[in-house]
């Protein structure tokens, strides 16, 4: 780096020291330096002007100048004939270009050279800011793999999740949802509900969790409840302050044929996980939950055909009975009420059992079992999430049902 000075008033005083200290040594010495070929004050004029640019030349030559006129008073010259006598004036005009040429080159030099300084400031301040922020990439960088390291969702875990997720039908698929859930998140009021096909209403499926938290049937009945909004925008949805205090914290949508069917529903969970990371992984799971629930339930179809009678939804007895039998470990494990109504008719000899269908769906949910226990001549019907006190208001709307078409109902 060359030699910087900034400030002007040093500027001026180096020329005034430089002139003045040539001056004393000429006039103590006498040795004539303004008649040398090789004169000092003309090596003085170019290294001021070459090394401060053209006003420091200008002042260093009005020094040399006072100097001139004052070497001339004192040996009792005419100072005019400085400015008047050719050879005195060629002498001075030569100084004066000498320093215009080199003040000029020495500006436009110092130009060039604070330009390049400037620029490679800025350089060096962008390679400090590089620098940082690689240095921040760095920490972030750490922060982030011990995270992920010290996290429960690593690609282990997860692929544990997905694992554990590959059941062979839905409800069980379901159940292991919940349990998957709930470990992996730390809450312990999680449900998922079934969206009836009117979009008005959800039936509960499983919870795990109080049942004045999870009630049995949930109407969507707002415009802007939160579970409208899981219906429209089929991505998770956080609870705000414009929903019910009894809306649960969280909902996040499960889509079969790119409908929402189920509705996972989370009440406690711990805010500082409510970050985008959490709400990616839980995204994850609806959307293997998803595809575990639709293949599950293609290859349950193919299966229950063979349990139902034919062309009917209708199981026999043996199908039924298995499916009451998982209500009752559902009961069990996931605290969820289920009815059993068994009801004997006089005449359905005379109506099939499609006929009987129509009429008997008409009046029931969509999760709701029909069975039929020909040995006995009587309709079995299982109902997911009814009380057994709430059975017998079902057993008179379907009894109702029957007699208006001319079914014989027995008591």
């Known amino acids: 780096m060359i030699y910087r000075q900034p400030s002007i008033f040093r500027k001026i005083i180096e020329v005034i020291a430089v002139f003045v200290g040539l001056g004393a040594l000429d006039q103590y010495f006498s040795l004539q330096m303004t ?5 000092p004050f003309l090596f003085a004029l170019l290294l001021f002007a070459l090394r401060y640019g053209l006003m420091i030349g200008l002042l260093g030559f009005l020094a040399a100048l006072v100097y001139y006129s004052l070497e001339v008073m004192w040996g009792g010259g005419d100072v005019f004939l400085l400015y008047y006598d050719t050879s005195s004036f060629m002498e001075v005009l030569f100084l004066i270009l000498i320093t215009i040429i080199a003040g000029l080159y020495g500006t436009s030099f110092k130009e060039r050279y604070d330009s390049l300084r400037d620029k490679n400031e800025e350089l060096t301040e962008e390679n400090e800011d590089i620098k940082d922020v690689m240095s921040l990439l760095e920490d972030s960088h750490k922060s982030m793999q011990n995270r992920v390291l010290g996290s429960e969702h690593t690609l ?3 692929y544990e999740v997905g694992k554990a997720l590959d059941k062979p039908t839905p409800e069980l698929v379901r159940n292991e949802a919940i349990s998957v859930i709930s470990d992996l998140f730390k809450v312990e009021e999680v449900a998922i509900y079934r969206v009836d096909s009117s979009r008005r209403a959800m039936r509960l499926n499983v919870r795990k969790g109080p049942e004045d938290v999870f009630p049995q049937t949930i109407f969507i009945n707002e415009d802007h409840s939160m579970y409208r909004r899981v219906l429209t925008s089929k991505t998770v ?5 414009d929903d019910k205090e009894e809306a649960p914290l969280l909902a996040g949508p499960v889509t079969l044929g790119n409908e929402v069917r189920d509705i996972l529903l ?8 409510l970050t985008n990371y959490e709400i990616q992984i839980l995204s994850l799971i609806l959307d293997w939950l998803s595809d575990r629930i639709e293949k599950s339930s293609e290859m349950v179809m193919k299966e229950e055909e063979t349990k139902m009678w034919p062309g009917t939804h209708i199981y026999y007895k043996y199908a039924f009975d298995e499916k009451v039998a998982l209500q009752q ?3 069990g494990e996931y605290d969820v009420d289920y009815s059993v109504l068994r009801l004997k008719f006089e005449g359905f000899h005379g109506m ?24 006995n001549e009587e309709f079995c019907f299982l109902l997911p999430g009814t009380k057994p006190e709430h059975a017998p208001i079902v057993e008179e709307r ?3 049902c029957l007699y208006e078409k001319g079914v014989n109902y027995v008591q």
């Open 398 to 400: 379907i009894r109702q």
């Open 329 to 331: 470990y559902r009961e």
């Open 35 to 39: 008649d040398w070929t090789l004169n």
């Open 156 to 158: 282990k875990r997860i």
């Open 237 to 241: 949805t956080i609870r705000t302050i």
């Open 266 to 273: 989370i009440n406690d969970l711990e805010f500082n996980r």
């Open 352 to 375: 099939s059992k499609v006929e009987a269908e129509m009429i008997l769906r008409t009046h029931l949910r969509e999760l709701d079992v029909i069975g039929f226990d020909e040995e």
